[in-house]
Structures are given as C-alpha cells and as structure tokens.
C-alpha cells in the first residue's frame, strides 16, 4: 500500500517559522505531481502550493515569498518550509502526491493524515 506520511506541525509565534515533511513509502513506481493544502475551521480545503517532478512550483497569493515547497526525489519527500507565519495560515495543513503505484496502470492522488499548524501568540 503506498502512503504518505506528514510531520513538522506545531505551535508557533506569529512571525516565526515551520517545516513541514511528508514522506511517501510503499511498492511506488512513479511519484509525479505533489503539493500542500490546508483546511482552516469553517473553511473549505485551499492550495497552498504545488511542484512538478522537475521541481517547478506554485503558489497561493497569499503565501507567496513567504513559503517554499521542494522536494527530494531520491527520498520521495516533499517539504513546506514557512516563514513569517501569520495567525490566518492557522490550519490543518495536507500533503498530497500522485503517484502510480508498481503494476498500477495509471497514477492516482493520495493524501498525508495532516498534521496541525497553530500561529498565535
């Protein structure tokens, strides 16, 4: 079974930093695709950013010049390093990745469990 597996959430002061980590493992043939989105309470799931497998990313307006995705292929990990966080990037922050699992005959998109992020004072 492929999964992935997120960690790196926690409390912090607003302007202060986080890095996320979310690491796939399984019978994987293929990992395409991969990105971070967050649910804050009350709201709907967001983008918060994506990045292809030759490593170029996007980015909500909002997080822009604030946040990096990147990844390590060799390790199958992507990351979200944030900076000068602020309370409205409050939310439960989900990776995801498509992946074409080994003997799959197409790629399908799969999801870490979230992890939390907490900015508050």
């Known amino acids: 079974q492929v999964q992935l597996v997120e960690s790196g959430g926690g409390l912090v002061q607003p302007g202060g930093s986080l890095r996320l980590s979310c690491a796939a493992s399984g019978r994987i043939f293929g990992i395409y695709s991969m990105g971070w989105y967050r649910q804050a309470p009350g709201k709907q799931r967001e983008l918060v950013a994506t990045?292809?497998?030759?490593?170029?990313?996007n980015y909500v307006d909002s997080v822009e010049s604030r946040f990096t995705i990147s990844r390590d292929n060799a390790k199958n990990t992507v990351y979200l390093q944030m900076n000068s966080l602020k309370p409205e990037d409050t939310a439960v922050y989900y990776c995801y990745a498509k992946i074409q699992p080994i003997l799959a005959p197409v790629a399908s998109d799969y999801w870490g469990q979230g992890t939390q992020v907490s900015v508050s004072s």
């Open positions: 990045i292809s497998t030759s490593g170029n990313a």
